[in-house]
Structure formats: C-alpha cells, structure tokens
C-alpha cells in the first residue's frame, strides 16, 4: 500500500486518539453498565469486585451492555461470551459472581 | 449498502433454519443442571435504507441467535439472518424489484476442553481481524454497511465448515493473549456451504489499557491459493464513551483498512442522559487494487470513502443509525445516504418455573 495513504490512515488514527485523551481529562469515574434485573448496582462506597473489573473492562468492547436480562440466562450470556471473546476461565467464574452475587 | 450478508451469495438454507428450530424444540428437553444455564433466544432486527448515487434501497434483516449451554463444558449456538431487499428496478423496469434471503451464519458446538482451549466444530464465523465475528451483527454495527474490506479473508463466504481450536492463552490482571486457529473443508450445496482453507488469529488485549492489538492470517486451499493477512488495533480508553477501532487487510488482488471511531456523550449526565444516547461516529476507509483480477468483492478501482454518522441510542434496546458518506474513485465520486432503526432482543428460550 503506499505510503501516502498509511501516513493518512496514521494521521486520523492520531486525531481520533487525540480526541480520546481529551476525552479522558475530564471524564467521570466509572459507572456500572446496566446489567442483570436481579443484579443492582454495587454501592460506590464498597471497593470494585473482581467480577465488576471483569465486565467493565470487557462488555463494552465490542457492543453495548444489555439493559436488562434475566439471571437464569446469565451463565448463558457469560459461557457465550467466554467464547466469543477468549476470556478466560477465571474472568467467566468471577462474572457469573458478579451477576449473581 | 455492503453489509457482507448482502454480498455473500445467498444461502437459502431451509435445512439450516430447520435445524434451528429443531433445536428449540429438542434442547428444552435436556437437563439444566444450573439456575443460570437457560438457553436464550437473542439477535436483533433492524430497517435500514440506502440512497446510494440517487437509488433508494431498503433493507428489512432479522437476525436470530440461539445459545444452549449442555452441561458443563459444552455451548451450542446458532445465528440465522432473514434479509429482505427492495431495489428500484430502474430503465425498463418499473417499481422495485424484491428479493429475499433465508440464511444460516453459523451452527456450531463449543467444547471447552480445558481451561484455555476450547473446541469448536461444525459451521462457524471465519475468525478473521474483527469485523466478521464481532461487528456484523445489525444491532452492533455502527454504520449499517460494513467497511469495503470487510470480504477480505473470508474465504469467499464468510463462515468455515471443520474445526476450531480456540482460547486464551495466558491471562493476568495486566494481559490477555487469545488465539484462534481453524480448519475448514469444502462443501458446495447450499446449506451450510465453505471453503476449503485454513488460518487464524493471535491477539494481545491490554484490560488496563483497554487496548487490543491482533494478527490474522489465512489461505484459501482451493483455487487459485491465495493469503491473506491482517492486523487489528482497538482501543476505548478507559472511562471516556469513546472507542476507536480500525483494521487492515492485504490479499492476493487487493488490500486497504478503516479507521472508525464512535463516542458517547456521556460526558453530559452519563451514558443514560439525553445527551449522553447521542453517538456521533466517523469512519475513513480505502481500499486499494493490486491488480485487476477482481474476485475478491472489493471496489474494482481504488476507492477512498468517508462516512460520518451520527446514531441514537433509545432505551428499550432500539437505535437510530444515520449516516452520510462521501466516496471518491476514479469511476466518479458518489454520496450515499443511510438510515435505518435497530434493535436487539434477550430472553430465555422458555419461561421459568
């Protein structure tokens, strides 16, 4: 491919990255992503489970949480996305924890 | 409009929908040794419509999806598309022309061996860079056409017939290797049709970071042989509403990559606010021809193409994608329109006690 166009494919790249740490300057902390009707949200005051690290730092990769689902469909959900997403065994036990706590 | 459903040649697998809903009908019939084992019905439904250089297409697509975990090792699922298409016939035809697509996508059953391995078999996704796996679906896309390289390393259909060794490699707090490797075998009829090839994907994702970077190859092994190779970067940096993704390809008769990024303005009252549903996303893609031989789905002269967008996101799981894209090419520049809604469905395959 020439260079011209990587030098602008690379340049949009820098500009959205760019836009992206702007972003992040004056970004809020973290909130929980919707997840299971059966599974409220952890009060802020309690430190972050490893389960709620596990979805934070995957479920919105690729698509948007789901608002709501039912918890006998979380083991599903998580043996689905396991898959789909090579998470490992460890990440899919701590979240099946966290969505059924 | 060049979702890769539309471009892969129909497979109007009755037999494969039929196995889908036998499937329904035989799973309940299984032990659910857990609360949380339910099989589910998911997938997602859109209407998208394209003017593209002054022709109005209009796109009604259905995607189902069924997973039904066996047991404690074992995850069968299944996604078939229902598309529609109404095309203005144009010259001597009057009206619109109709037509309409019953195909199976994948039908396949997961084996997790081991901790890190998992065995996949029957008809499944072509593991190649990220958009066949992980961005097709109508209710994951940002843009309701997929980027122009999208046909790249899909061994000419899109999904593969054998086996899948797949997994993650090595895990910690700080990195995760996955990979993916896969052997497909010919078949020709309709239903649960392939290419005979193989390849695969290795990938490093960076939790902290929230940044993955991955490699991808492939070979066709029946034709003319041909490779194909890719890389992938995608990034949402922590805490922000934004995601940036892109990824390259190289085959044998052209090559070329996309670089998309969306946000959520989340940074007015949270993801849930008003504002905070509003998505704008831009998209720049180029493709580039090696040589003349076209057999690979890609525009047939070098092509360069903005898109931006700007999609809503409904409570209730519905979105409005909008977008307006510019294409420039040496056969003319042309503009193309597109809205459409989406949404997306989750329930459990039957009702609980």
Same mark, same amino acid.
């Given at each position: 491919?020439?260079?011209?166009?990587?030098?602008?494919?690379?340049?949009?790249?820098?500009?959205?990255?760019?836009?992206?740490?702007?972003?992040?300057?004056?970004?809020?902390?973290?909130?929980?992503?919707?997840?299971?009707?059966?599974?409220?949200?952890?009060?802020?005051?309690?430190?972050?489970?490893?389960?709620?690290?596990?979805?934070?730092?995957?479920?919105?990769?690729?698509?948007?949480?789901?608002?709501?689902?039912?918890?006998?469909?979380?083991?599903?959900?998580?043996?689905?996305?396991?898959?789909?997403?090579?998470?490992?065994?460890?990440?899919?036990?701590?979240?099946?924890?966290?969505?059924?706590? | 409009?060049?979702?890769?459903?539309?471009?892969?040649?129909?497979?109007?697998?009755?037999?494969?929908?039929?196995?889908?809903?036998?499937?329904?009908?035989?799973?309940?019939?299984?032990?659910?040794?857990?609360?949380?084992?339910?099989?589910?019905?998911?997938?997602?439904?859109?209407?998208?419509?394209?003017?593209?250089?002054?022709?109005?297409?209009?796109?009604?697509?259905?995607?189902?999806?069924?997973?039904?975990?066996?047991? $404690?090792?074992?995850?069968?699922? @299944?996604?078939?598309? +229902? %598309?529609?298409?109404? *095309?203005?016939? !144009? /010259?001597?035809?009057? #009206?619109?022309?109709?037509?309409?697509?019953?195909?199976?996508?994948?039908?396949?059953?997961?084996?997790?061996?081991?901790?890190?391995?998992?065995?996949?078999?029957?008809?499944?996704?072509?593991?190649?860079?990220?958009?066949?796996?992980?961005?097709?679906?109508?209710?994951?896309?940002?843009? $309701?056409?997929?980027?122009?390289? @999208?046909?790249?390393? +899909? %061994?000419?259909?899109? *999904?593969?017939? !054998? /086996?899948?060794?797949? #997994?993650?490699?090595?895990?910690?707090?700080?990195?995760?290797?996955?990979?993916?490797?896969?052997?497909?075998?010919?078949?020709?009829?309709?239903?649960?049709?392939?290419?005979?090839?193989?390849?695969?994907?290795?990938?490093?994702?960076?939790?902290?970071?929230?940044?993955?970077?991955?490699?991808?190859?492939?070979?066709?092994?029946?034709?003319?042989?041909?490779?194909?190779?890719?890389?992938?970067?995608?990034?949402?940096?922590?805490?922000?509403?934004?995601?940036?993704?892109?990824?390259?390809?190289?085959?044998?008769?052209?090559?070329?990559?996309?670089?998309?990024?969306?946000?959520?303005?989340?940074?007015?009252?949270?993801?849930?606010?008003?504002?905070?549903?509003?998505?704008?996303?831009?998209?720049?893609?180029?493709?580039?021809?090696?040589?003349?031989?076209?057999?690979?789905?890609?525009?047939?002269?070098?092509?360069?193409?903005?898109?931006?967008?700007?999609?809503?996101?409904?409570?209730?799981?519905?979105?409005?994608?909008?977008?307006?894209?510019?294409?420039?090419?040496?056969?003319?520049?042309?503009?193309?329109?597109?809205?459409?809604?989406?949404?997306?469905?989750?329930?459990?395959?039957?009702?609980?006690?």
């Amino acid at each position: 491919m020439s260079f011209k166009y990587w030098i602008k494919g690379s340049l949009t790249l820098t500009l959205v990255s760019a836009l992206g740490l702007a972003a992040q300057q004056n970004s809020t902390p973290a909130t929980t992503p919707p997840v299971s009707t059966a599974v409220q949200k952890q009060p802020p005051a309690q430190p972050q489970s490893e389960g709620e690290r596990v979805f934070q730092q995957n479920c919105w990769r690729c698509h948007d949480a789901p608002e709501g689902f039912s918890p006998r469909i979380s083991g599903t959900i998580v043996r689905h996305m396991r898959v789909r997403a090579s998470l490992s065994q460890h990440d899919e036990q701590v979240l099946l924890k966290f969505f059924n706590p | 409009m060049q979702r890769p459903t539309l471009k892969i040649a129909p497979r109007a697998s009755a037999h494969a929908i039929r196995c889908f809903l036998l499937a329904l009908v035989v799973l309940p019939l299984a032990q659910y040794d857990s609360a949380q084992n339910t099989p589910l019905i998911s997938g997602g439904g859109a209407f998208f419509t394209s003017t593209n250089g002054g022709n109005t297409n209009y796109y009604p697509i259905t995607e189902p999806v069924l997973a039904a975990p066996l047991g $404690q090792h074992i995850l069968v699922e @299944s996604r078939a598309s +229902l %598309l529609e298409s109404f *095309s203005p016939g !144009g /010259g001597s035809q009057p #009206g619109y022309i109709h037509s309409h697509f019953i195909a199976e996508s994948y039908l396949q059953g997961d084996f997790l061996a081991l901790p890190r391995l998992t065995i996949v078999a029957g008809h499944y996704l072509i593991p190649f860079n990220t958009y066949n796996e992980r961005l097709s679906p109508p209710w994951i896309g940002n843009f $309701q056409d997929g980027p122009l390289i @999208s046909p790249l390393g +899909l %061994l000419q259909g899109g *999904s593969g017939l !054998g /086996g899948m060794l797949r #997994g993650n490699a090595f895990a910690s707090n700080k990195h995760s290797i996955s990979y993916a490797y896969f052997y497909s075998t010919r078949r020709n009829a309709e239903e649960f049709a392939a290419h005979r090839g193989t390849g695969g994907r290795a990938s490093l994702y960076l939790p902290e970071q929230r940044l993955e970077l991955g490699l991808s190859y492939d070979r066709l092994l029946q034709g003319t042989h041909e490779n194909f190779y890719g890389a992938y970067l995608w990034w949402e940096p922590k805490d922000t509403g934004l995601r940036v993704r892109s990824e390259a390809a190289r085959g044998h008769h052209a090559q070329g990559y996309w670089v998309e990024a969306d946000y959520r303005l989340k940074a007015f009252g949270g993801f849930d606010s008003a504002i905070g549903r509003i998505e704008p996303v831009f998209r720049m893609q180029q493709t580039l021809r090696r040589d003349t031989i076209v057999s690979d789905g890609l525009p047939l002269v070098n092509t360069q193409r903005a898109d931006f967008g700007l999609d809503y996101n409904f409570p209730h799981n519905i979105r409005i994608l909008t977008s307006y894209a510019r294409q420039f090419s040496s056969t003319g520049n042309r503009n193309v329109w597109e809205t459409g809604i989406a949404y997306r469905f989750l329930f459990p395959a039957w009702k609980g006690k």
